[in-house]
């Protein structure tokens, strides 16, 4: 089965410090999907990835899959308060989404 | 709120008790999903139903774990015999297309086993 590993495991960075969060795949990834969690609560999604190369942007978060779509990353510009949650990649067993395999997460801290 | 709901938030139960967990998804939406979260880890798959029909199912999905969408509608997930071991976040997610690989994942029902 597939397996995702994420690092770092946690972070601290001061607000307005760029960061980033990767995460390593066993195996050829079908695609790549980023998604945030606040402690305690649900999932919201973020991005979504599917070819070697592929790089996408909302604001200032940043997401790139490699192009032997083994490994993926997600940079943040100029933090802010508002980023800090928990980053978790996804993807999917087989070329069909119908089920995801989460990594284990990478808890964000934004200090003031 | 991403228009899945769960109920409830919170439930406490004493091991071997039996507890039911509901899930309303977003009403266009055909899939629905059960993820199970302990802390620290990312979701882990438990089941997946497209509208009635149950697709999927993980090993980890044991025995006295049963799932249910009735009329491809809410979801439940009923835990019976409930163990320490069953203490997690259980969530919810629902997907309209397969391949835009978008779940939308409610706020999650946290189970504590006493």
């Known amino acids: 089965s597939q397996e995702l590993e994420q690092s770092p495991q946690s972070l601290i960075v001061q607000e307005g410090k760029n960061l980033t969060i990767n995460c390593t795949s066993s195996?050829?990834?079908?695609?790549l999907y980023w998604y945030k969690q606040k402690y305690g609560e649900g999932l919201i999604f973020l991005m979504m990835?599917?070819?070697?190369?592929e790089e996408k942007s909302h604001e200032k978060i940043t997401a790139k899959l490699d192009e032997k779509k083994q490994q993926s990353s997600l940079h943040i510009t100029a933090s802010q308060p508002s980023h800090a949650g928990i980053y978790l990649c996804?993807?999917?067993?087989?070329?069909?989404?119908?089920?995801?395999?989460f990594g284990t997460g990478t808890r964000l801290q934004v200090t003031l | 709120d991403t228009g899945v709901s769960q109920d409830p938030r919170h439930k406490i139960t004493k091991r071997g008790q039996n507890v039911t967990f509901r899930c309303d998804p977003i009403?266009?939406?055909?899939?629905l999903y059960w993820y199970r979260q302990t802390l620290g880890q990312g979701p882990e798959f438990l089941t997946y139903?497209?509208?009635?029909?149950?697709?999927?199912k993980s090993r980890l999905l044991s025995d006295r774990f049963s799932a249910e969408r009735p009329k491809g509608s809410f979801s439940t997930l009923e835990i019976q015999r409930t163990e320490q071991g069953d203490s997690a976040m259980y969530l919810c997610?629902?997907?309209?297309?397969?391949?835009?690989?978008?779940?939308?994942f409610g706020e999650g029902s946290r189970l504590t086993v006493l």
């Open positions: 997610a629902t997907s309209a297309r397969e391949e835009t690989g978008e779940l939308f």
């Open positions: 195996k050829t990834l079908y695609g």
């Open positions: 990835l599917q070819k070697g190369g």
């Open positions: 996804g993807a999917p067993d087989t070329g069909t989404a119908s089920k995801l395999t």
């Open positions: 009403s266009e939406h055909n899939r």
């Open positions: 139903f497209q509208n009635e029909a149950q697709l999927e």
